[in-house]
């Protein structure tokens, strides 16, 4: 079974900094990918996703992530953030191998602050 | 223009109560989910409906019950209310369960036990 490890539970950052936070999945089928952002007490939105094609792929909020097929990795990251990206985040990986697979694995989340 | 809403959105009960989560969708979507978040964010798939059909049964106790009246809608009973089933609950859809397809999330319902 698919597992989606999310190494980082908390990474706190100063403004204007860069950030990567790290995704690795166990399963070297085929995937679909997906980082979803998770404000305080709301519910979770799509930033990007990765189908196929280019392995950089870029989202929304100036988020980019790439996918590293050798390494099954999908790392998410932004060269400079803001107070207001302080949110919980998710990495997700959806099996296209073959049969009836329905679930999309979520890892465990990784709280981002943004200090000022 | 609320994509995916959940009804109510707090909910304050005692243990032994029986409760039901509602959601709508009016994305058009094929298939619903039901997901919880306990305390410290981690997300677990429930249950999964696709043209008013379960196709996702995880091990929930049988206390929880999903039911999907058409395929814009898949309401949460919960029998029994215990105080570990206190957690956010998110209501999700999709256009399709398989395939390249994002999931889009309701507000949540914050649930607690007394």
């Known amino acids: 079974a698919q597992s989606v490890t999310q190494l980082d539970s908390q990474v706190p950052v100063f403004e204007e900094a860069p950030v990567e936070l790290r995704c690795n999945y166990s399963?070297?089928?085929?995937?679909?990918l997906f980082w979803y952002v998770q404000y305080p007490n709301q519910g979770l939105q799509l930033l990007l996703k990765y189908l196929s094609g280019s392995t950089l792929v870029k989202g929304i909020n100036g988020f980019e992530a790439e996918f590293n097929k050798s390494q099954t990795s999908f790392h998410l990251r932004k060269p400079s953030v803001h107070i207001s990206d302080t949110a919980e985040y998710f990495c997700a990986v959806r099996d296209y191998s073959g049969g009836s697979n329905y679930k999309l694995t979520f890892g465990k989340g990784t709280l981002l602050t943004v200090n000022p | 223009d609320t994509a995916v809403s959940q009804t109510p959105k707090y909910l304050v009960t005692q243990m032994g109560n029986d409760k039901s989560i509602k959601c709508e969708q009016n994305?058009?979507?094929?298939?619903m989910y039901w997901y919880k978040q306990d305390s410290k964010k981690f997300l677990k798939i429930m249950f999964s409906?696709?043209?008013?059909?379960?196709?996702i049964n995880e091990t929930v106790p049988n206390r929880f019950s999903p039911k999907s009246p058409d395929k814009a809608h898949l309401n949460l009973h919960i029998n029994s209310l215990e105080l570990g089933d206190s957690a956010v609950y998110f209501c999700a859809s999709s256009q399709s369960p398989q395939g390249p397809y994002e999931q889009y999330f309701g507000p949540g319902t914050r649930l607690t036990v007394t």
């Open positions: 409906y696709n043209n008013k059909e379960l196709i």
């Open positions: 994305l058009g979507h094929d298939t």
């Open positions: 399963s070297s089928v085929s995937v679909y």
